[in-house]
Nanobody, 124 residues
Framework: QVQLVESGGGVVQAGGSLRLSCQAS????????MGWFRQAPGKEREFVAA????????SFLESVKGRFTISRDNAKNLVYLQMNNLKPEDTAVYYC?????????????????WGQGTQVTVSS
């Protein structure tokens, strides 16, 4: 019913920027709350950012506050993660997630739908 496809990953020098995009398809009522998670080699998947259906509520991992911004365009079924001042510690596969609830969700097990991920590599 729902398909999520991430794009925009790549290799960037420390201090650089990338913008990730997540294109959603399917029933709109299944794509309300959305979030970004990441997983580095040998580590567990961790929460990065989330946004409510209306876009009025957002939440971020403490280590990315002030550097990352999450936004969405509901008319186009798109969610973005703007990443500025990237650090080597940000290197990971980034995943987009969606859920039918309308509020901000920070837990991976609260999301129903997931994309395949996009690689972000930040070099020193």
């Amino acid at each position: 019913q729902v398909q999520l496809v991430e794009s925009g990953g790549g290799v960037v020098q420390a201090g650089g920027s990338l913008r990730l995009s997540c294109q959603a398809s399917g029933r709109s009522f299944n794509v309300r709350a959305m979030g970004w998670f990441r997983q580095a080699p040998g580590k567990e998947r961790e929460f990065v950012a989330a946004i409510s259906w209306g876009g009025g509520n957002r939440s971020f991992l403490e280590s990315v506050k002030g550097r990352f911004t999450i936004s969405r365009d509901n008319a186009k079924n798109l969610v973005y993660l703007q990443m500025n001042n990237l650090k080597p510690e940000d290197t990971a596969v980034y995943y987009c997630a969606a859920d039918q609830d309308i509020g901000v969700q920070r837990r991976a097990d609260e999301y129903e739908y997931w994309g395949q991920g996009t690689q972000v590599t930040v070099s020193s």
